[in-house]
C-alpha cells in the first residue's frame, strides 16, 4: 500500500472516530434545549447522556472479536448505516423514552464502527514509526472529539433545534460508507477459531448491570434498602465478569487475551485510558452548563469558550510522539497525568473566580494533561498484542475509553448532581419562597431550576437563579475535587507500571533495534491477513 493510500485510509478511519467521540459529549450543551422541549427526569437526562457509552463498552469486546473473525472493513461497512439511521431517530426524538431508545441504537451502531478503526490501524501501518504518529492522530481524534462534542453542539444550536447536533451524523456516515468502499482495505484473524457465544454474552452480561451499580450507587451512596437492588447488580455483574475471565484462560481461541494483564505496563496503559477519558468526559458534563447557565452564554458563545479545551487535547495528543523522542515514553504519559491533576485542582477555584482566565487556564492544562496521558498508551497496547487478535486488543482499548466515558458521566455527573440537589435543598434563600413541589423540580436539573425561575416573580426568580448556580458550581467543585484524588491514585500506580514495563525492554521502547524492528515487522506483514 502507497504512502499516499496509508494516510489517506487513516483520514477516512478518522471520520467515525470523530463522529462516535463527538456524541459523548455533544450532548452537554443541549442539555437546556433539550430539557426545555422534552422536560426529562433528573435520571432520564442522565440515561440519555450516558447510555449511549454504556452500550459503547458493553459490546466493543464482542465487536472486536467479530471484526477479527468477518473482517474489520465489513464490520465498518455494516456499522456506518446503523449509526447514521439512529442519529436521525434521535434527531427527531419527540419523548425522553425515544430518545434513550435511540441513544441505545446509536451505542449499538457505534460499538460496531470503534474497534476496527484501531484494528486496522496496524495492518494500515505495519511500519512502528509511521503507525505510532496514525495513532497519535486516532487518539486526537478520539479525546479531541469529545472536546469538540460542545463546540460543534454550540455552534449548531445558535441556528437549529436540539436535534441537530445529532442529524449532523447521516450525510457524513454516507460520506465515510463511501470512502471505506474506495480506499480501506481488507483485515482480519486467518484463524479466527470458532465463535464463543458464552462468552460474548457473559461480556455484556457482567459489563452491563456493574455499569448500571456505580451509576446507581453515585446518586444514592446510602446503604438502605435502596441500595440492595444495585449492590445486587453489581456481585452479579462482578461474578458474571470472573467468569469471563475464568473462561478466556481455558480456551485456545479466548475473545480477550487476558493474560496479556499480567504485564504491568499493558494493565497500567489501559488504567491510564480509563481514567483520562473518565475525568474528562465527567467534566465535560459540567462545562457546558456552567458557561451557559451559571455566566449567562448563549450556545454559541459557550462553545467558543469552549474551543481551548478541545485545541488543548488535540495539540497534547499529536505533539506526545515528539515529546517521546526527548524524554521516555513514561515520562510523557506521567507529565501528562501531573497536569490533569493541576487542571482538576484549578478547577476547584472557579467559584471564586471574577474572569474566565482561570476557566481557560482550567481548559489548558485539562486537554494537554488528557493528550499527553493517554495517547502513547494505546501503542502500548496494540504493539502488545498478536496482529491477528489487533482488533480484540484495539477493543480492550476502547472499552477502556468508553468505559471511562460512561463512567464519567455517570458517577461523576450524578456525584455532582446529587451535591447540586441537597446544597439546592439546604438553601436558606429558598424557605417559604418555593413549594415543595417547585423545589423538588429545580432539584432536578440546573436547567430545570432556571426555567422555573423564568416564570416565577423576578424578585423570587432572581433567588432561585442565584441559589441553583451556586449550588450547582459546589457540585462542580465536588467532581473536581474526586477527579484529582483519582488521577493521583492512577499517578502512582503509573509511576510502578509503566517503570517494570520498561525495564522489561516491551514496547514503550522508542528506538527498538532495527534489525529486530524488521523482523517483526515481516511477521506482522505474514500474520495479518490482509487483502488489498
Known amino acids: 500500500m502507497s504512502a499516499l493510500r496509508r494516510w489517506s485510509a487513516l ?22 434545549a433539550l430539557s426545555a422541549d422534552l422536560e426529562p427526569t433528573s435520571s432520564q437526562l442522565l440515561w440519555i447522556i450516558d447510555l449511549y457509552s454504556f452500550l459503547l463498552a458493553g459490546l466493543l469486546i464482542l465487536m472486536g472479536s467479530l471484526g477479527d473473525r468477518y473482517g474489520r472493513r465489513l464490520l465498518l461497512l455494516i456499522g456506518a448505516p446503523a449509526f447514521g439511521l439512529a442519529s436521525v431517530m434521535a434527531a427527531f426524538s419527540t419523548s425522553p423514552e425515544m430518545l434513550i431508545a435511540a441513544r441505545a441504537l446509536l451505542g449499538l451502531g457505534g460499538a460496531t464502527l470503534m474497534p476496527s478503526t484501531l484494528g486496522l ?3 494500515i501501518f505495519p511500519d512502528r514509526k509511521e503507525r505510532r504518529a ?41 460520506i465515510f460508507l463511501i470512502l471505506a468502499i474506495l480506499l480501506l482495505p481488507e483485515a482480519k484473524d486467518p484463524n ?38 444495585p449492590l445486587a447488580a453489581l456481585v452479579a455483574g462482578l461474578t458474571l465478569l470472573v467468569l469471563f475471565v475464568r473462561r478466556q484462560r481455558r480456551l485456545e481461541h479466548p475473545m480477550i487475551d487476558v493474560g496479556l494483564f499480567t504485564r504491568p505496563g499493558f494493565s497500567a496503559a489501559v488504567l491510564i485510558n480509563v ?31 469552549l474551543l481551548p479545551l478541545a485545541l488543548a487535547t488535540i495539540v497534547g495528543s499529536l505533539t506526545s510522539p515528539f515529546v517521546a523522542k526527548v524524554v521516555s515514553v513514561r515520562g510523557v504519559i506521567l507529565s501528562g497525568l501531573v497536569l490533569l491533576t493541576a487542571g482538576f485542582v484549578t478547577a476547584t477555584r472557579l467559584d471564586d473566580a471574577e474572569t474566565l482566565t482561570t476557566f481557560v487556564l482550567t481548559s489548558l492544562l485539562i ?36 468505559f471511562g466515558g460512561a463512567m464519567g458521566t455517570a458517577v461523576l455527573g450524578t456525584v455532582g448532581m446529587a451535591v447540586y440537589a441537597r446544597s439546592l435543598g439546604a438553601a436558606d434563600d429558598l424557605a417559604g419562597n418555593l413549594t415543595a413541589s417547585q423545589l423538588d423540580g429545580a432539584r432536578q436539573t440546573l436547567g430545570a431550576a432556571h426555567e422555573l425561575a423564568d416564570r416565577l416573580p423576578a424578585e423570587v426568580g432572581t433567588v432561585l437563579r442565584e441559589a441553583a448556580s451556586d449550588a450547582f458550581v459546589t457540585g462542580m467543585d465536588t467532581v473536581a475535587w474526586v477527579s484529582s484524588v483519582v488521577i493521583l491514585s492512577t499517578l502512582v500506580i503509573a509511576w510502578r507500571g509503566l517503570r517494570t514495563q520498561a525495564q522489561d525492554g516491551a514496547e514503550v521502547e522508542s528506538t527498538p533495534s532495527p534489525v529486530r524492528a524488521v523482523e517483526e515487522d515481516r511477521i506482522e506483514l505474514d500474520r495479518a491477513g490482509v487483502s488489498r
Open 134 to 174: 496514525a495513532i497519535a492522530v486516532w487518539a486526537a481524534a478520539f479525546s479531541g472529539g469529545a472536546a469538540l462534542g460542545p463546540v460543534v453542539g454550540g455552534l449548531l444550536l445558535e441556528h437549529f433545534w436540539w436535534g441537530s447536533v445529532f442529524l449532523i451524523n447521516a450525510p457524513i456516515m454516507v
Open 367 to 402: 486537554g494537554v494533561g488528557v493528550g499527553l496521558a493517554e495517547t502513547l498508551t494505546n501503542d502500548v497496547i496494540l504493539t502488545t498484542a498478536p496482529p491477528s487478535r489487533a482488533g480484540a486488543a484495539s477493543a480492550i482499548s476502547e472499552t477502556g475509553y468508553e
Open 11 to 32: 483520514a477516512v478511519l478518522i471520520l467515525p472516530v470523530l463522529l462516535i467521540s463527538i456524541d459523548m459529549s455533544v450532548l452537554g450543551i443541549a442539555v437546556p
Open 275 to 305: 481514567i483520562a477519558v473518565f475525568t474528562l468526559l465527567g467534566v465535560m458534563f459540567f462545562f457546558p452548563q456552567y458557561l451557559m447557565l451559571v455566566q449567562g452564554m448563549g450556545s454559541g458563545q459557550a462553545g467558543l469558550w
Open 121 to 123: 490501524l496496524r495492518t
Open 192 to 229: 479466527p477459531g470458532p465463535f464463543d457465544l458464552p462468552s460474548a454474552l457473559l461480556s455484556i452480561a457482567g459489563m452491563l448491570p456493574v455499569v448500571y451499580a456505580f451509576k446507581t450507587l453515585a446518586k444514592d451512596p446510602s446503604l438502605g434498602v435502596s441500595a440492595l437492588l
